[in-house]
Protein backbone atom coordinates (compact mmCIF):
# COMPACT_ATOMS: atom_id res chain seq x y z
CA UNK A 1 0.00 0.00 0.00
CA UNK A 2 1.22 3.57 -0.99
CA UNK A 3 2.69 5.42 1.53
CA UNK A 4 0.03 8.30 1.66
CA UNK A 5 -3.21 6.48 1.87
CA UNK A 6 -1.30 4.93 4.84
CA UNK A 7 -0.96 8.17 6.71
CA UNK A 8 -4.19 9.16 6.08
CA UNK A 9 -5.73 5.51 7.31
CA UNK A 10 -3.45 5.68 10.60
CA UNK A 11 -5.09 9.57 11.13
CA UNK A 12 -8.65 8.02 10.63
CA UNK A 13 -8.18 5.60 12.61
CA UNK A 14 -6.18 7.80 15.15
CA UNK A 15 -9.67 9.84 15.24
CA UNK A 16 -12.30 7.40 15.44
CA UNK A 17 -10.45 6.54 18.95
CA UNK A 18 -10.74 9.78 20.08
CA UNK A 19 -13.59 10.17 19.21
CA UNK A 20 -14.52 6.81 21.17
CA UNK A 21 -12.94 7.68 24.00
CA UNK A 22 -14.54 11.34 24.44
CA UNK A 23 -18.04 9.45 23.96
CA UNK A 24 -17.21 7.23 26.63
CA UNK A 25 -15.86 9.59 29.28
CA UNK A 26 -18.76 12.03 28.45
CA UNK A 27 -21.49 9.09 29.47
CA UNK A 28 -22.74 9.83 33.16
CA UNK A 29 -22.37 5.84 34.03
CA UNK A 30 -22.79 4.45 37.94
CA UNK A 31 -19.43 2.84 37.53
CA UNK A 32 -17.13 5.81 36.33
CA UNK A 33 -17.95 6.94 40.04
CA UNK A 34 -16.78 4.44 41.89
CA UNK A 35 -13.44 3.45 43.24
CA UNK A 36 -10.90 3.24 40.01
CA UNK A 37 -13.25 5.38 37.39
CA UNK A 38 -12.91 4.11 34.31
CA UNK A 39 -9.51 2.84 35.04
CA UNK A 40 -10.15 -0.41 36.35
CA UNK A 41 -11.84 -1.46 32.88
CA UNK A 42 -9.00 -3.60 30.66
CA UNK A 43 -11.41 -2.19 27.76
CA UNK A 44 -10.87 1.63 28.96
CA UNK A 45 -7.32 0.82 29.42
CA UNK A 46 -6.84 -0.99 26.10
CA UNK A 47 -8.65 2.07 24.27
CA UNK A 48 -5.83 3.89 25.31
CA UNK A 49 -3.35 2.05 24.46
CA UNK A 50 -5.22 2.12 21.18
CA UNK A 51 -5.16 5.76 20.76
CA UNK A 52 -1.62 6.18 22.21
CA UNK A 53 -0.15 3.46 19.78
CA UNK A 54 -1.78 5.05 16.73
CA UNK A 55 -0.75 8.74 17.71
CA UNK A 56 2.20 7.34 18.11
CA UNK A 57 2.10 5.72 14.38
CA UNK A 58 0.62 9.49 12.99
CA UNK A 59 3.66 10.84 14.63
CA UNK A 60 6.46 8.73 13.07
CA UNK A 61 4.60 9.19 9.81
CA UNK A 62 4.92 13.17 10.28
CA UNK A 63 8.45 12.75 11.06
CA UNK A 64 9.61 10.75 8.42
CA UNK A 65 7.67 13.46 5.83
CA UNK A 66 9.49 16.19 7.72
CA UNK A 67 12.64 14.97 8.00
CA UNK A 68 12.72 13.54 4.22
CA UNK A 69 15.48 14.19 2.64
CA UNK A 70 17.47 15.43 5.74
CA UNK A 71 20.94 13.63 6.11
CA UNK A 72 21.44 15.08 9.93
CA UNK A 73 22.24 12.43 11.91
CA UNK A 74 20.56 13.16 14.99
CA UNK A 75 17.25 13.52 12.96
CA UNK A 76 17.84 10.00 12.09
CA UNK A 77 19.12 8.73 15.53
CA UNK A 78 15.47 10.56 17.06
CA UNK A 79 13.27 8.85 14.16
CA UNK A 80 14.85 5.50 15.19
CA UNK A 81 13.95 5.36 18.54
CA UNK A 82 10.07 6.98 17.66
CA UNK A 83 10.26 3.56 15.32
CA UNK A 84 11.23 1.44 18.22
CA UNK A 85 8.78 2.45 20.25
CA UNK A 86 6.54 2.31 17.66
CA UNK A 87 7.35 -1.16 16.97
CA UNK A 88 7.75 -2.16 20.24
CA UNK A 89 4.04 -0.82 21.67
CA UNK A 90 2.49 -2.88 18.79
CA UNK A 91 4.17 -5.75 19.79
CA UNK A 92 3.79 -5.74 23.38
CA UNK A 93 0.61 -3.63 24.07
CA UNK A 94 -1.56 -2.91 21.05
CA UNK A 95 -1.90 -6.44 19.44
CA UNK A 96 -1.62 -8.67 22.34
CA UNK A 97 -4.36 -6.31 25.08
CA UNK A 98 -6.27 -5.33 21.66
CA UNK A 99 -7.08 -9.23 20.25
CA UNK A 100 -7.31 -10.31 23.95
CA UNK A 101 -10.26 -7.54 24.81
CA UNK A 102 -12.24 -9.10 21.72
CA UNK A 103 -11.73 -12.16 22.17
CA UNK A 104 -12.34 -12.67 26.03
CA UNK A 105 -15.36 -9.83 25.52
CA UNK A 106 -17.57 -11.46 22.95
CA UNK A 107 -16.75 -15.06 24.31
CA UNK A 108 -18.18 -14.32 27.27
CA UNK A 109 -20.97 -12.15 26.21
CA UNK A 110 -22.41 -14.76 23.56
CA UNK A 111 -21.56 -17.18 26.84
CA UNK A 112 -23.47 -15.32 29.38
CA UNK A 113 -23.81 -11.19 29.02
CA UNK A 114 -24.83 -10.68 32.36
CA UNK A 115 -21.17 -12.16 33.42
CA UNK A 116 -19.10 -9.08 31.54
CA UNK A 117 -21.81 -6.56 29.76
CA UNK A 118 -24.76 -6.51 31.57
CA UNK A 119 -27.73 -5.42 30.21
CA UNK A 120 -28.20 -2.61 32.20
CA UNK A 121 -25.24 -0.97 30.46
CA UNK A 122 -27.37 -0.96 27.11
CA UNK A 123 -29.10 1.97 28.56
CA UNK A 124 -26.02 3.84 28.91
CA UNK A 125 -23.87 2.85 26.65
CA UNK A 126 -25.15 2.27 22.51
CA UNK A 127 -24.38 -0.26 20.05
CA UNK A 128 -22.11 1.84 18.12
CA UNK A 129 -20.09 2.71 20.88
CA UNK A 130 -19.77 -0.63 22.40
CA UNK A 131 -18.85 -2.13 19.10
CA UNK A 132 -16.53 0.66 18.62
CA UNK A 133 -14.67 -0.59 22.06
CA UNK A 134 -15.23 -4.50 21.75
CA UNK A 135 -14.92 -5.28 17.80
CA UNK A 136 -13.35 -2.81 15.72
CA UNK A 137 -10.02 -2.64 17.81
CA UNK A 138 -9.30 -6.06 15.90
CA UNK A 139 -9.52 -5.32 12.42
CA UNK A 140 -7.78 -1.70 12.65
CA UNK A 141 -4.81 -3.42 14.47
CA UNK A 142 -4.79 -6.17 11.57
CA UNK A 143 -4.95 -3.29 9.18
CA UNK A 144 -1.95 -2.31 10.90
CA UNK A 145 0.29 -5.33 10.83
CA UNK A 146 -0.91 -5.92 6.88
CA UNK A 147 0.63 -2.32 6.07
CA UNK A 148 3.44 -1.82 8.08
CA UNK A 149 6.38 -3.97 9.39
CA UNK A 150 7.22 -4.07 12.94
CA UNK A 151 10.49 -5.53 14.64
CA UNK A 152 9.45 -7.11 17.58
CA UNK A 153 11.80 -7.47 20.45
CA UNK A 154 13.33 -11.17 21.70
CA UNK A 155 11.02 -13.46 22.51
CA UNK A 156 11.94 -13.62 26.26
CA UNK A 157 12.09 -9.25 26.49
CA UNK A 158 8.73 -9.55 24.90
CA UNK A 159 6.93 -12.10 27.07
CA UNK A 160 8.34 -10.67 30.22
CA UNK A 161 6.94 -7.17 29.04
CA UNK A 162 3.64 -8.86 28.28
CA UNK A 163 3.66 -10.91 31.95
CA UNK A 164 4.51 -7.77 33.69
CA UNK A 165 1.20 -6.18 32.42
CA UNK A 166 -1.18 -8.95 32.77
CA UNK A 167 0.28 -9.39 36.02
CA UNK A 168 -0.05 -5.53 36.72
CA UNK A 169 -3.36 -5.73 35.99
CA UNK A 170 -4.65 -8.59 38.09
CA UNK A 171 -2.96 -7.00 41.26
CA UNK A 172 -4.92 -4.16 40.47
CA UNK A 173 -8.09 -5.88 40.02
CA UNK A 174 -7.50 -7.37 43.43
CA UNK A 175 -6.95 -4.34 44.69
CA UNK A 176 -9.71 -2.28 43.65
CA UNK A 177 -12.14 -5.54 45.43
CA UNK A 178 -9.36 -4.93 48.68
CA UNK A 179 -10.88 -1.21 48.82
CA UNK A 180 -15.01 -1.64 47.73
CA UNK A 181 -15.51 -5.34 48.30
CA UNK A 182 -16.74 -5.31 44.52
CA UNK A 183 -14.92 -7.15 41.65
CA UNK A 184 -14.80 -5.01 38.81
CA UNK A 185 -16.25 -8.06 36.38
CA UNK A 186 -19.45 -9.81 37.73
CA UNK A 187 -17.47 -13.20 36.46
CA UNK A 188 -15.47 -13.21 39.47
CA UNK A 189 -18.25 -12.99 41.60
CA UNK A 190 -19.14 -16.60 40.73
CA UNK A 191 -15.83 -18.34 41.37
CA UNK A 192 -14.21 -19.62 44.16
CA UNK A 193 -10.83 -18.35 45.15
CA UNK A 194 -9.14 -21.43 43.86
CA UNK A 195 -10.83 -20.79 40.87
CA UNK A 196 -9.85 -16.95 40.71
CA UNK A 197 -6.33 -18.30 40.56
CA UNK A 198 -6.59 -20.77 37.76
CA UNK A 199 -8.46 -18.28 35.65
CA UNK A 200 -5.96 -15.26 36.33
CA UNK A 201 -3.42 -17.72 35.29
CA UNK A 202 -5.11 -18.83 32.40
CA UNK A 203 -5.59 -15.15 31.03
CA UNK A 204 -1.78 -13.90 31.60
CA UNK A 205 -0.88 -17.37 29.34
CA UNK A 206 -3.65 -16.34 26.69
CA UNK A 207 -2.47 -13.06 26.55
CA UNK A 208 1.23 -14.70 25.89
CA UNK A 209 -0.52 -16.86 23.35
CA UNK A 210 -1.74 -13.45 21.24
CA UNK A 211 1.67 -11.92 21.53
CA UNK A 212 3.44 -15.39 19.90
CA UNK A 213 0.68 -14.88 17.48
CA UNK A 214 1.24 -11.74 16.81
CA UNK A 215 4.93 -12.35 16.06
CA UNK A 216 4.28 -15.25 14.26
CA UNK A 217 1.49 -13.16 11.89
CA UNK A 218 3.69 -10.20 11.26
CA UNK A 219 6.65 -12.67 10.32
CA UNK A 220 4.44 -14.57 8.03
CA UNK A 221 3.14 -11.05 6.30
CA UNK A 222 6.45 -9.60 5.29
CA UNK A 223 8.46 -12.06 4.19
CA UNK A 224 5.86 -13.53 1.97
CA UNK A 225 5.63 -9.61 1.41
CA UNK A 226 9.13 -10.08 0.71
CA UNK A 227 8.79 -12.80 -1.52
CA UNK A 228 6.06 -11.40 -3.66
CA UNK A 229 8.21 -8.18 -4.58
CA UNK A 230 11.78 -10.31 -5.17
CA UNK A 231 9.12 -12.49 -7.77
CA UNK A 232 8.13 -9.17 -9.32
CA UNK A 233 11.64 -8.32 -9.18
CA UNK A 234 12.92 -11.90 -10.81
CA UNK A 235 10.45 -11.68 -13.48
CA UNK A 236 11.03 -7.94 -14.27
CA UNK A 237 14.47 -8.88 -14.90
CA UNK A 238 13.68 -11.82 -17.28
Request: charged content about 15%; proline content about 4%; aromatic content about 14%.
Amino acid sequence: MALVPCQVLRAAILLSYCSILCNYKAIDMPAHQTYGGSWKFLTFIDLVIQAVFFGICVLTDLSSLLTKGNDSQEQERQMKKLISLRDWMMAVLAFPIGVFVVTMFWSIYIYDRELVYPKLLDNFIPAWLNHGMHTTVLPFILIEMRTTHHQYPSRSCGLAAVCTFAVGYILWVCWIHHVTGVWVYPLLEHLSPGVKIIFFAAVTVIINIFYLMGEILNNYIWDTQKCIEEEKEKTKMD
